[in-house]
């Protein structure tokens, strides 16, 4: 059965080998480094163009910072205090063209509540500045002109907060305002972009290497990579080459000969994940720190507790959580809640890095979220910086940037981004498929919050996984160890959204990792069984497969009970990656 843009080891094979293919007699015209957020986007964008467009990315989709984010999609509500009026505009606008267009299935909205302390002054000027807030989100182009998608801010008393949230301390502030932004899965969302990239005829494939680029003078003309599961090396041409790594843009510079245009900070953030009902709230919080913001976050059945924002200068694949990052964000929430959490509250901890411009400021609290594109070689685009919600600006940019390079080789008119336009894979049909769930839970066998939970993170492709439910009934089934989620799930995450590892399943296509309290060691035996039936593995591989997992999940414990980044990090790297 075909399914839409999927992602499956043959999609793999044959993305390969027409992008290798090509250097033969024609080249790619964007051939896009790194399968994050900026990546996926850059591919939509410019495959959406009528680019002939190759993605390689050396780990999985979202396996660096685009997994491991707040998970917000948001204007950024600190900006608007720095007076970044342009960026949080643009972030608004890009907020609700997610929620309301491009992706309703996969973004939702999230209510905060602002805590206050004064009952005059800060009322009114937070209630000024979130009045500014929703009013930006309401009108612009691509807003649908007064509706954001979102209820607008409302002020609550300290009576009202505790109506809302019960378990919130109240004895120093005077009350709160409500307010909404939204969220998402971050992993999911890369995936699915890049999904919606192969729909339209764009080559994806991961665990594809770069080790330099190819010249000809000053021209970047294309890449050498390595295919890191056949362990063979690939020569692939393309007219431009736009690097979206991220915090690796330095490594990847250094290959074009140590010309450096664009430098970029690793600021690490961690997160803890507790259970719900360790909170009793309806509403997630947003509260100031010394160094940055704490955020609440409602998360299903858990909560997304964080975060840091601190240098990172080590290994930049596995950013480890030490300690004294854990004991900062606990006694930050702690000190709002009125019955306090400990660490036996923690279900997961995860934690990212942030590609911060390089400024003057010395902490990365000071550096630029906002991007930047420059093209320092004929041939060669370099896009960092940014943020989550703005991916699809970024992209736009970074193709728009491609132009010149394209233009001097052919004789193409690069035609505007639509990408505005272009709903993601499983948005179609949501809104129908929604509306039936009672009707497809009554075909399927299924429970009503089963059909949920699927269309939440399918939207109107649950009929993909429901047709392996009727085909295999004990997909049916839910994992043992991570009840929240199906067999089919991980069926279909291998057969269509690119998984080719356990850790792919339990971290990325699913979060079990994070939403379990052994972080998914006792499902990961019954997930590798389901991959290895359909991957072809032998009982050896299987195995090493569900090693190495445990082996990681053991490290990243020892790595949490470290005070120093660097004792956490040396913790977290005595476990590599399989290839």
């Known amino acids: 059965m075909t399914r839409t843009g999927a992602l499956s080891p043959h999609s793999r094979d044959l993305a390969i080998g027409a992008m290798v293919g090509a250097a033969g007699e024609t080249e790619l015209d964007v051939l896009v480094v790194g399968g994050g957020v900026t990546g996926a986007g850059v591919a939509l964008d410019a495959v959406t163009r009528g680019l002939s467009t190759g993605l390689v990315e050396q780990r999985d989709l979202a396996s660096g910072t685009s997994s491991r984010s707040s998970k917000l999609v948001h204007g950024g509500l600190r900006y608007l205090e720095m007076l970044d009026f342009e960026l949080v505009r643009e972030a608004l606008q890009e907020r609700g063209l997610l929620l309301n267009t491009l992706a309703p299935h996969l973004v939702r909205p999230v209510p905060f509540l602002y805590p206050l302390t004064n009952p005059v002054w800060e009322r009114a000027y937070i209630g000024a500045g979130l009045a500014l807030y929703d009013g930006m989100a309401s009108f612009g182009p691509l807003s649908g002109m007064g509706n954001s998608g979102l209820p607008r801010h409302r002020h609550l008393t300290r009576r009202g907060v505790s109506r809302i949230a019960p378990d919130f301390r109240t004895d120093t502030i005077t009350g709160a305002i409500q307010y909404y932004d939204a969220q998402v899965d971050d992993a999911r969302l890369v995936m699915t972009i890049a999904r919606t990239a192969a729909s339209h005829g764009a080559h994806i494939a991961t665990r594809v290497q770069v080790t330099g680029f190819l010249r000809e003078g000053e021209r970047v003309v294309g ?62 919080f947003i509260v100031r720190t010394e160094k940055s913001v704490l955020f609440v976050i409602p998360w299903g059945r858990h909560w997304i507790i964080g975060t840091t924002d601190t240098p990172w200068t080590y290994d930049l694949a596995h950013p480890a959580a030490s300690k004294t990052d854990i004991e900062y964000v606990l006694d930050h929430v702690n000190a709002i809640l009125r019955e306090p959490l400990d660490l036996e509250d923690v279900e997961g901890v995860y934690a990212g890095l942030r590609p911060l411009l390089t400024g003057e400021s010395d902490q990365t609290a000071g550096l630029s979220r906002e991007h930047l594109v420059v093209t320092p070689l004929p041939g060669l685009v370099l896009i960092a910086g940014g943020k989550l919600t703005t991916y699809r600006v970024m992209a736009r940019d970074a193709v728009d940037a491609a132009a010149h390079s394209l233009g001097t080789t052919t004789n193409m008119t690069l035609r505007d981004s639509i990408t505005d336009k272009v709903r993601l894979v499983g948005a179609e049909g949501f809104e129908t498929r929604s509306n039936q769930r009672v009707l497809l839970a009554r075909r399927s066998g299924l429970h009503v919050a089963r059909i949920d939970h699927l269309l939440g993170r399918h939207g109107g492709l649950i009929d993909d996984v429901l047709d392996l439910i009727q085909e295999r009934r004990p997909l049916a089934l839910p994992l043992e160890g991570a009840e929240d989620y199906l067999a089919a799930e991980v069926v279909y995450a291998v057969q269509c959204e690119g998984a080719r590892h356990l850790d792919d399943v339990l971290e990325r296509r699913t979060r079990i990792s994070m939403e379990t309290f052994d972080r998914g060691v006792s499902a990961a035996p019954g997930v590798a069984k389901i991959m290895a039936d359909e991957l072809g593995w032998d009982e050896a591989r299987t195995k090493e497969e569900v090693d190495h997992y445990l082996r990681r999940i053991e490290a990243e414990r020892r790595s949490q009970l470290q005070v120093t980044d660097e004792e956490a990090d040396r913790a977290r790297l005595e476990v590599e990656d399989l290839v």
Do not use: Y
């Not at 020569?235 to 979206?244: D, G, H, L, M």
């Not at 330095?250 to 900070?265: N, P, S, T």
């Open 223 to 284: 890449v050498r990579a390595r295919d890191l599961e056949h362990d063979q090396d690939l020569v692939i041409r393309a007219k431009t080459v736009v690097n979206a790594a991220g915090v690796w843009t330095d490594d990847i510079q250094a290959m074009v000969g140590g010309r450096g245009a664009l430098h970029v900070k690793a600021s690490k953030g961690i997160h803890l994940v507790v259970p719900r009902d360790r909170i009793r709230s309806e509403s997630g």
